[in-house]
């Protein structure tokens, strides 16, 4: 392999990287513009909604993150 080949390996790369990065940044930008999704809330809370809440809490065995994985 010459010194030649190597340069121009690395150049390449270099310059693959480059543009992903610009892209990321792009992307990421965008979002960052767009911003969250607005939530919608309920106007008020009534205790009858915040029992039925809490009972189907009460019996939910699972994790509350699907990151989690209880199989492992």
Do not use: C
């Amino acid at each position: 392999m010459h010194g030649g080949e190597v340069l121009g390996s690395i150049v390449m790369f270099s310059v693959i990287y480059l543009l992903l990065a610009a892209i990321w940044i792009i992307v990421l930008n965008n979002k960052i513009h767009h911003g969250p999704e607005p939530v919608t809330t309920a106007l008020r809370t009534t205790g009858q909604g915040l029992a039925s809440a809490v009972a189907e809490r009460a019996d939910h065995k699972a994790s509350t993150s699907e990151a989690k994985n209880s199989d492992v």
